[in-house]
């Protein structure tokens, strides 16, 4: 799955990248990694407003929620969507529909299984450029307070080789658009050879990867601390592959 990815850029590289707007990030704090756990906001792009960037919160919150309870409650389990049940789960059929957007990120974290330990991987892409996940969002309106909560939910895939390695315990890995997919996962109707397409697991000659410090799992880990996402080798024979 991914609960946390890499997101040290700069607006104007999205700018550069995407070709968007990014007032909305005047004052976001890019940083080493981001935990979904700790509910933030980040860079998104929609369907409905592709020409700007919107800063939402990580985990979905389908509009059908009926209090601010049940509302923290399903978001819990929306920080990912499965790629083969979006047309099925309550919480992911509308948003697959009709709310499907980019998140932006520059690699994801991933732990693997060894033994007793997890070891944790930063995974980028080759060139280490900025990318988009798959992402699919709703807004939810609290009627208590009036308030509006747009959140997303990343979307993810079987794994490919190298990252059925890595997320050894699960097997799974984000949506990473191809560049030539980006623009047809935000059409209005998408069709399903189309999806099929999009939902193929990412080529692992185009990603790179390398262990890091177990530093990222404290609670009290510094995400600005570039020593963050340092090489570390665990094995004294050279790396896993």
Known sequence: MCFTIHIHSSRDAIEKR???DTTALQ???FRYFVRAFDN???PVITASEPQRVQLMNWGLIPDW???REQAMLVRKGTYNARAESLE???S???AYESGRCWIIASGFYEWQHAGKSKIPWLIQLKNEDLFAFAGIYDTWNDKSTGESVNGFSIVTTRANPMMEKIHNSGKRMPVILN???EKIWLEPVLKKDEASSIFLPYGQDLMKSHTIGKKITDKDADPNDPGIILPVDYYTNGTLF
């Open 40 to 42: 933030p906001r980040l």
């Open 88 to 90: 099925e789960k309550p």
């Open 65 to 67: 929620a009926k209090d």
């Open 92 to 94: 992911f059929r509308k």
């Open 18 to 20: 995407f070709g968007v």
């Open 27 to 29: 004052d976001f704090q």
């Open 179 to 181: 560049q030539d997919m």
